[in-house]
Nanobody, 111 residues
Framework: QLQLVESGGGLVQPGESLRLSCKIS????????IGWFRQAPGKEREGVAK???????NYLDSVKGRFTISRDNSKKKVYLQMNSLKPEDTAVYYC?????WGQGTQVTVSS
């Protein structure tokens, strides 16, 4: 059974950084893509970053240059390094592969 568990969210001030982690179990990470999504209150869920099994990466335009997705297959983890955070980055962040989703981790950017 595929399982994904996010961690690393929190409350930070604008300009600060956070690193989110997505722990994978139940499947071999090296064969799967992993996507990070976010959903802000009253808004639709949107894709933030994606990394394929071959290492190809895509980012949402608004996070390019600030966010970095990476994977460590040996640790069964995918990371989202978020720098220069802005209030508009506030959302619940989820990791996803195929039809499986984690429970989400809250990121709040506020002064």
């Amino acid at each position: 059974q595929l399982q994904l568990v996010e961690s690393g969210g929190g409350l930070v001030q604008p300009g600060e950084s956070l690193r989110l982690s997505c722990k994978i179990s139940g499947f071999d990470l090296k064969y799967y893509y992993i996507g990070w999504f976010r959903q802000a209150p009253g808004k639709e869920r949107e894709g933030v970053a994606k990394i394929t099994s071959s290492g190809a990466i895509n980012y949402l335009d608004s996070v390019k240059g600030r966010f970095t997705i990476s994977r460590d297959n040996s640790k069964k983890k995918v990371y989202l390094q978020m720098n220069s955070l802005k209030p508009e980055d506030t959302a619940v962040y989820y990791c996803n592969t195929d039809d499986s989703w984690g429970q989400g981790t809250q990121v709040t950017v506020s002064s």
